[in-house]
């Protein structure tokens, strides 16, 4: 098993209020001599403060970019947040050679101001 992982703090996503923002970025793990193997798991821990007037909050992995295949379910945690210390967790089965990197995304509904990640560690395992 190889791992990578990667930390945020304090950090607001330019753009759209209510747009998908990257709000991480993971580089897949470093895999030596064998790069061929059946799944990536992905764990991520965060906080994260809504806009203001924000009525909900969606969070995604995806493969390589905003733009990447969505690995796993659309999380969305009931409530308006703050949101501290939640987990996330999804399994990429993939097949052949690894992704370069995933990406954490997050997605407010109804906000009239940008979210903070307030902290987020994230890590790839893959096996």
Known sequence: MKRSAA????FTPA?????????????CPALGDNPLVSSVVIDAVLNFTGGAAVTGVSFRVRRGSLTGTQVGPTWTPAGTGPFVGLPLCVVDPVSGATPAQYVITAQQAGATGNGTVNYLAVSATAS
Do not use: C, D, M, W
């Open 7 to 10: 930390s945020v703090t304090a």
């Open 15 to 27: 753009g759209g209020n209510n747009a998908e923002q990257v709000i991480a970025t993971l580089p």
